[in-house]
C-alpha cells in the first residue's frame, strides 16, 4: 500500500520510482484481508474514522508489531487495537 502511495506521486522522478520499487516488502500473512476488514468494521461500528488504505497500512503493522511513523492524526484510531505510533 505504502508503494503504491508512494509511486502515485505525479511529481515522482524515474530514478526516485526506481529507488521506491527497489525497497523490500514485507510478504502479507495468511488471513491478512480478512483481519483488516473485522478491524476497519469494528472501528467504522464505534463511529470512528477508518479509511481502507489506512486500515490496511496499519493491519500490516499490527501483523509484524512495527511500529509505524507518522504525521497522519487519523492513525491515532488504531492505537487502542494495539497500534504503536512513532
Same mark, same amino acid.
Not at 488504505?53 to 499490527?62: M, P, Y
Given at each position: 500500500m505504502v508503494v503504491t502511495e508512494a &509511486?502515485?506521486?505525479?511529481? /515522482?522522478?524515474?530514478?526516485?520510482?526506481?529507488? +521506491?520499487?527497489? /525497497?523490500?516488502?514485507?510478504? /502479507? &500473512?495468511?488471513?491478512?484481508? +480478512?483481519?483488516?476488514?473485522?478491524?476497519?468494521?469494528? &472501528? +467504522?461500528?464505534?463511529q470512528r474514522k477508518a479509511k481502507l488504505g489506512d486500515a490496511l497500512i496499519a493491519q500490516v503493522c499490527l501483523d509484524y508489531d512495527a511500529p509505524l511513523i507518522t504525521y497522519d492524526g487519523d492513525f491515532d484510531n488504531f492505537v487502542d487495537l494495539g497500534l504503536k505510533l512513532l
Amino acid at each position: 500500500m505504502v508503494v503504491t502511495e508512494a &509511486l502515485s506521486n505525479q511529481f /515522482l522522478s524515474e530514478d526516485g520510482a526506481s529507488r +521506491i520499487q527497489a /525497497l523490500p516488502m514485507i510478504d /502479507l &500473512l495468511d488471513d491478512y484481508w +480478512i483481519r483488516a476488514g473485522k478491524m476497519r468494521a469494528k &472501528l +467504522i461500528r464505534q463511529q470512528r474514522k477508518a479509511k481502507l488504505g489506512d486500515a490496511l497500512i496499519a493491519q500490516v503493522c499490527l501483523d509484524y508489531d512495527a511500529p509505524l511513523i507518522t504525521y497522519d492524526g487519523d492513525f491515532d484510531n488504531f492505537v487502542d487495537l494495539g497500534l504503536k505510533l512513532l
